[in-house]
């Protein structure tokens, strides 16, 4: 079973500012991998698979990089509406398909 | 868009069953997988299997096999998800959530809202 990775934990971030979420797996997944933005009590959103495809009508601020083993979600400028839970998800190997614990974006 | 209804929340006691439907908002034709997972509280998610609209083919995360069991009655564009043996540590929101349309992308682009399931003596 692939183990995801994310780093931090914790990112604090004021609006505005640039966000870099890591998301490491613990071998090569090529480019199979997804982010996932959830709020408090809600389900996940899609935002980006393929490692860099954006998901439909989501903006421009949302990018995601890399390939292997290490990955990156960018947030050009944090909105209000951007501070959640980020989640990134494998499915090059499966079964399973594996998320990492999650990096929680809160304001600074 | 179209959205997935999940049905609604369940207390069950250890060593019962939980059965959990999703059904599309609108009818489609189109075929899909559909597959379940869950967050406990506070933890990341844990996918459980996946399943075929098209044609009921099943693939099951080892860990779940033998416990669970998803089937999909086309009649009414319904899938199911049924949980057997319960124990507390199942205590978790379940979630179905629709593979992307693109070919070799497994991603999740429409989750249903998330069912409540807990498990308690």
């Known amino acids: 079973e692939i183990v995801m990775t994310q780093s931090p934990a914790t990112l604090s971030v004021s609006p505005g500012e640039r966000a870099t979420l890591s998301c490491r797996a613990s071998?090569?997944?090529?480019?199979?991998l997804a982010w996932y933005q959830q709020k408090p009590g809600q389900a996940p959103r899609l935002l980006i698979y393929?490692?860099?495809t954006r998901a439909t009508g989501i903006p421009a601020r949302f990018s995601g990089s890399g390939s292997g083993t290490e990955f990156t979600l960018t947030i050009s400028s944090l909105q209000s509406e951007d501070f959640a839970v980020y989640h990134c998800?494998?499915?090059?190997?499966?079964?399973?398909?594996?998320f990492g614990q999650g990096t929680k974006v809160e304001i600074k | 868009q179209v959205q997935l209804v999940q049905s609604g929340a369940e207390v069950k006691k250890p060593g019962a069953s939980v059965k959990v439907s999703c059904k599309p908002s609108?009818?489609?034709?189109?075929?899909?997988?559909i597959n379940w997972l869950r967050q406990a509280p506070g933890q990341g998610f844990e996918w459980m299997g996946w399943?075929?609209?098209?044609?009921?083919?099943?693939n099951y995360a080892q860990k779940f096999q033998g416990r669970v069991t998803m089937t999909t009655d086309t009649s009414t564009n319904t899938v199911y998800m049924e949980l057997r043996s319960l124990r507390t540590d199942d205590t978790a929101v379940y979630y179905c959530?629709?593979?992307?349309?693109?070919?070799?992308?497994?991603?999740?682009?429409?989750w249903g809202q998330g069912t409540m399931v807990i498990v308690s003596s």
């Open positions: 959530a629709k593979d992307v349309p693109d070919p070799g992308h497994d991603a999740f682009d429409i």
């Open positions: 609108v009818y489609t034709s189109i075929s899909y997988g």
């Open positions: 399943i075929s609209t098209h044609n009921g083919d099943t």
């Open positions: 071998q090569s997944v090529s480019s199979n």
């Open positions: 393929g490692a860099s």
């Open positions: 998800q494998q499915y090059y190997n499966w079964p399973p398909w594996t």
